[in-house]
């Protein structure tokens, strides 16, 4: 009877030291998610985004592949404020990528693609290929309204399968006259980047390989999207997006960003620039609803200066989890902890968007894929240099030189070795 007693015994207190471990567990967690030092989910580059029932509106991009004998030029998917032809003939389209995902935000202007395509030319067949049977029905239905003689040939991709898209399945529909190729995928992410989405690539490969051209078509912006939010009318034009690409979009974000937090942001700045200066710990706000933007995650770059206009201190701090309030406390105390840091006088943060990979072994073929408002970052192996727009030399042949420079890579080291990335960026200043 003791012994069965004890075993009981023994088993309460097992669930009671289990059910106090998950309980300490709970504990901690709620008190580090009451730490005001933590970043949000949201980064500096998401501002202005629409909200529409609690989801961000992704841009809805389309590209149209189009075969042209008068063209000469071969297709490079980076080229995209290339030469493209402005009012596309829809009867020479051989291939699109258009968004995979129908909703109530993008399918009138997803019709309204199909609908510019079918009055043009009259396919016979039309090629979907995708990887989610779902995204594949939406468009089906679509697909059926506006081209109600043409037949659909379903291409299943999945996201497990490693071989993708048969070449000579595709080569076969692409020689075919009067037959559609689709690729469902979103663009958002660019059309030659790590991020690129999977079927995107494909059909870059496809392009590239048949020597198509192209038109890159933005047809969700801010004012459609909010016209189709509140039911209202809207004018609707196809034009290519030279100035409104991935980037682009950051770039205006972080302008937004700035206008709203940039004095918040300059003032605990120049407030950690002073308390670093007496060797006291850095001041960072308290959390709140109104200003946990200041919170958001980011990419700094700081440049200080000295009354003659020499640099005496910059430091970049990559893709910072901290949240940016954070990240510019813990580089105010950088700055006066420097050997030159304490003479400097002229400050120049900037907040930087995302980075974007680009190739090119002189300086003359990488400015082809540069804006004028382009910086640019390389990297080999731990050695790394950025380059503001502001900073670029006028004569593009030195340009590789002057970042090799930058970022102190031996010259026995090639081009085609090094890593480079374009990026844009938006500037603060504060004078001490």
């Known amino acids: 009877m003791q012994k069965k007693t004890k075993e009981i015994l023994d088993k309460i207190y097992k669930v009671i030291i289990f059910f106090a471990m998950v309980a300490a567990i709970f504990w901690i967690n709620a008190i580090k998610l009451q730490d005001d030092t933590l970043s949000n989910y949201e980064k500096t580059t998401d501002e202005g985004v629409?909200?529409?029932?609690?989801?961000?509106?992704?841009?809805?991009?389309a590209a149209l592949f189009y075969q042209d004998e008068n063209m000469k030029t071969g297709f490079n998917p980076d080229?995209?404020?290339?030469?493209?032809?402005?009012?596309?003939?829809?009867?020479?389209?051989?291939?699109?990528?258009?968004?995979?995902?129908?909703?109530?935000?993008?399918?009138?202007?997803?019709e309204k693609l199909y609908d510019e395509i079918s009055n043009k030319e009259r396919f016979r067949n039309i090629v979907l290929i995708y990887n989610s049977a779902k995204n594949a029905r939406d468009h089906v239905r679509i697909i059926k309204r506006v081209f109600p003689y043409a037949r659909i040939t379903r291409i299943l991709i999945s996201k497990k399968d490693k071989k993708g898209v048969e070449q000579e399945v595709v080569d076969k529909y692409l020689q075919e006259i009067r037959t559609f190729v689709v690729f469902l995928a979103?663009?958002?992410?660019?059309?030659n980047s790590q991020k690129s989405e999977r079927l995107a690539n494909e059909a870059i490969f496809f392009a590239q390989k048949?020597?198509?051209?192209?038109?890159v078509f933005d047809i969700v912006d801010e004012y459609i999207a909010a016209a189709i939010e509140t039911g209202g009318e809207f004018a609707y034009a196809f034009d290519t997006a030279v100035n409104n690409d991935f980037l682009n979009r950051q770039k205006e974000n972080l302008s937004k960003y700035v206008l709203k937090n940039r004095q918040e942001l300059m003032y605990y700045y120049a407030r950690n620039i002073e308390l670093s200066m007496q060797d006291k710990n850095v001041e960072i706000p308290q959390k709140t609803d109104e200003n946990y933007r200041l919170f958001d995650r980011g990419t700094v770059y700081v440049k200080v200066f000295n009354k003659d206009y020499d640099l005496v201190f910059e430091e970049l701090k990559l893709n910072q989890s901290d949240g940016i309030i954070t990240t510019l406390a813990k580089m105010a105390g950088?700055?006066?902890n420097s050997s030159r840091g304490m003479a400097g006088r002229y400050?120049?943060?900037?907040?930087?968007?995302?980075?974007?990979?680009?190739?090119?072994?002189?300086?003359?073929?990488?400015?082809?894929?540069?804006?004028p408002d382009d910086g640019i970052y390389v990297s080999y192996g731990k050695n790394a240099g950025i380059m503001l727009d502001s900073e670029r030399p006028e004569n593009p042949e030195i340009l590789i030189t002057r970042l090799r420079d930058t970022a102190k890579i031996k010259s026995s080291v090639s081009n085609s070795d090094l890593s480079f990335y374009r990026f844009k960026s938006v500037e603060m200043q504060y004078e001490n």
Do not use: C, W
């Open 50 to 61: 629409h909200d529409y029932y609690n989801d961000p509106i992704t841009p809805v991009i």
């Open 79 to 110: 080229m995209i404020k290339g030469e493209h032809k402005k009012n596309i003939a829809f009867e020479d389209v051989k291939m699109a990528i258009i968004p995979k995902t129908v909703n109530s935000i993008n399918t009138p202007v997803i």
């Open 186 to 191: 979103n663009l958002d992410r660019g059309l």
């Open 210 to 215: 048949n020597n198509y051209q192209m038109n």
């Open 334 to 336: 950088d700055v006066v």
């Open 347 to 371: 400050h120049r943060i900037y907040l930087l968007t995302e980075m974007e990979p680009i190739h090119g072994e002189s300086g003359s073929v990488l400015v082809n894929y540069l804006e």
